[in-house]
C-alpha cells in the first residue's frame, strides 16, 4: 500500500500519494552476475598467492622414491615422471601463469587503448593509414607473430612472455577503441578540453578513456585468458619458459611423457586447473558484453 500524505488548505483538504520503495530482494540483485565464476577463480587465485601455505612439499623438488606416484594421502595430486609433486606445483604454477596473464593484459591494453585514441582523433589519411597497419597485425595468427618475435629475444623468462604476448595481442582491442573515439570525439567536453589547450594525454585519460571503458572491459577482460593460454600453447610446444620454471603449460609440456606412461593425473590436473580458470575469466568478460550490450540498447 502507498503511503498517505494530507494537507488542509482554506478549508479543502489535499492528498498526496508518494509510493512506497519496493526494495530488492538481495536474491535479485545477484541475478545475472558471474558469482559461482567469480568464487572459484578468487579462491584458485588465493591458493596461487598463498602458494607457500597451501603447498605441501617443495614443487622443484625431486623425489625419486615417488617417481609417477598415483594421487594418495602425501602427494594429494600424485608426482610426475620427475617426482614433482603436483599439489604444490599447480599453486605455485598458477601464480606464474596468471601473472604473465595479468602483464600481458596491461601491455595490451596500454598500446591498444593508446593507438586506437591516437587513430581516433587524426585526420582521415592517419587514421586510414594506422588501421591498415592494426587491420595486417591482426590478420597475421597471434602464435606465428609471438613465434617470430620471440626467435629474436633470446632466451625466455616472464616479463620476456609477457612482453611478447602483449605487443602481438592488441590489434583488436585498438580497432575498437578507434571506433569509439570516433563517436565522441567532437562531442562538447572534448572540443572544449582541446579549445583550453589541454593535452592528448590528458583528453585521453580524463575525456575518452571514462566514456568508452565499459565497452572494452569485455576484451581487456578476455585478454587475461586468451594470454595465460598463449602462454600454456608456448611451453606446450617446448617454446616458452625455461624447464626449472614452473607454469600450468610447462606442467602440460610433459603430456607425451605422461601418455606413454598411462600417467593421467599429469595431464588431468594441470589442464583442468587451466581450463576452469579460463573458462571462470572468459565468463566475467562476457558479463561486462552483456552489461555494456544492455546499456547501449537502453539508451
Not at 92 to 99: E, H, K, N, T, W
Not at 132 to 149: C, F, K, Q, W, Y
Request: a positive charge.
Amino acid at each position: 500500500m502507498a503511503e498517505i500524505n494530507s494537507f488542509k488548505l482554506v478549508g479543502t483538504e489535499y492528498k498526496t500519494y508518494v509510493p512506497c520503495v519496493k526494495k530488492i530482494p538481495f536474491c535479485k540483485k545477484l541475478k545475472g552476475k558471474p558469482i559461482i565464476s567469480a568464487i572459484i577463480l578468487a579462491v584458485i587465485i588465493f591458493g596461487c598467492v598463498f602458494a607457500e601455505k597451501v603447498g605441501n612439499h617443495n614443487p622443484t623438488e625431486f623425489y625419486l622414491q615417488n617417481l609417477n606416484t598415483a594421487p594418495n594421502s602425501e602427494f594429494y595430486f600424485g608426482t610426475d615422471s620427475l617426482g614433482r609433486d603436483i599439489f604444490s606445483m599447480i599453486w605455485y604454477g598458477g601464480r606464474v601463469s596468471i601473472a604473465i596473464g595479468l602483464m600481458s593484459m596491461v601491455i595490451i591494453s596500454v598500446i591498444g587503448i593508446t593507438y586506437g585514441c591516437i587513430s581516433g582523433v587524426s585526420g582521415e589519411k592517419v587514421d586510414a593509414i594506422m588501421m591498415r597497419t592494426a587491420e595486417i597485425g591482426n590478420s597475421i595468427p597471434s602464435i606465428l607473430l609471438v613465434i617470430l618475435i620471440m626467435s629474436v629475444m633470446g632466451e625466455e623468462n616472464i616479463f620476456k612472455i609477457s612482453f611478447v604476448i602483449g605487443i602481438s595481442g592488441w590489434f583488436a582491442l585498438a580497432r575498437i577503441v578507434r571506433s569509439e573515439v570516433r563517436q565522441i570525439r567532437n562531442s562538447d567536453y572534448v572540443l572544449s578540453a582541446k579549445t583550453m589547450g589541454v593535452g592528448f594525454f590528458s583528453i585521453m585519460i580524463f575525456h575518452l578513456i571514462p566514456n568508452f571503458v565499459s565497452s572494452i572491459m569485455f576484451v581487456i577482460v578476455s585478454s587475461i585468458s586468451s594470454s595465460i593460454a598463449m602462454e600454456s600453447t608456448l611451453s606446450f610446444l617446448g617454446l616458452g619458459l625455461p624447464v626449472d620454471v614452473i607454469s600450468w603449460g610447462s606442467m602440460l609440456s610433459l603430456a607425451n611423457k605422461a601418455l606413454l606412461l598411462n600417467t593421467w593425473w599429469v595431464i588431468i590436473i594441470p589442464g583442468l586447473f587451466l581450463m576452469v580458470t579460463l573458462n571462470c575469466i572468459t565468463n566475467i568478460g562476457s558479463f561486462f558484453r552483456k552489461e555494456t550490450n544492455r546499456k547501449h540498447s537502453n539508451l
